[in-house]
């Protein structure tokens, strides 16, 4: 069946500081790869997706991810952190074939001064 | 385009009421999609329609029913409500990129 992991639940980062949120995943078919952000009371904005090529994807609001197949794993980075950037983030894997997405439980970022 | 809409945004109902979400897209999406989130627990999805005269079941479908109106909209019913359905309810909906679209949420309280 197919899982996503994404281990932490609260991430605290400070603001300017780097950010690493992990996604891990376990799926039979190749995937395609997507994170997902959600403001307090909003719903779900896409950040940035992986379908196929180059493996490091660039996204909005200054985000990245990296595909690593080897490790399946899908993270995403941003090199500065913004105290407008707390907020809920998810990872979340589909794959050709399946009408669905699977989706991990969620990170919530909070930034501190 | 509006992209995905629902309505309404806030409800209350009682223990045994019925209600009706709606949700609609304006992107010509065939894929429709109903989720609820709860804290600590991600999206969970309820109920899909991979095309226009098809549903399926989702992960916890239990105590809802819905109905693929037309190619723009796709209704989440509640027949009888209970506590365990307070939840935020989101609509999605998707073309053949997979990407999701969401609506803006219904937030549901059931007491």
């Known amino acids: 069946a197919q899982s996503v992991t994404q281990p932490d639940i609260h991430i605290t980062v400070s603001e300017g500081a780097s950010l690493e949120l992990r996604c891990n995943y376990s799926y039979g078919a190749t995937p395609y790869l997507f994170w997902y952000v959600q403001s307090p009371g909003q719903g779900l904005q896409l950040l940035l997706k992986y379908f196929s090529g180059d493996t490091l994807v660039q996204g909005i609001k200054g985000f990245e991810a990296e595909f690593k197949r080897s490790q399946s794993s899908f993270n995403l980075r941003k090199p500065s952190v913004h105290w407008s950037d707390a907020a809920e983030y998810f990872c979340?894997?589909?794959?050709?074939?399946?009408?669905?997405?699977?989706f991990g439980k969620g990170t919530m970022l909070l930034v501190s001064p | 385009n509006a992209g995905v809409t629902q309505t309404p945004k806030f409800q209350v109902l009682k223990t045994g009421q019925s209600m009706t979400l709606q949700c609609a897209q304006d992107m010509n999406h065939n894929s429709m999609y109903w989720y609820r989130q709860d804290p600590g627990m991600g999206l969970r999805l309820i109920y899909y329609s991979a095309s226009e005269g098809t549903t399926d079941k989702g992960e916890v479908p239990n105590g809802y029913n819905v109905s693929r109106l037309n190619k723009r909209e796709f209704s989440l019913r509640l027949e009888s409500a209970a506590p365990s359905q307070t939840s935020v309810y989101f609509c999605a909906s998707t073309d053949r990129t997979y990407e999701q679209y969401f609506g803006p949420g219904t937030r549901l309280t059931v007491t």
């Open positions: 979340a894997v589909g794959a050709t074939g399946y009408s669905t997405l699977t």
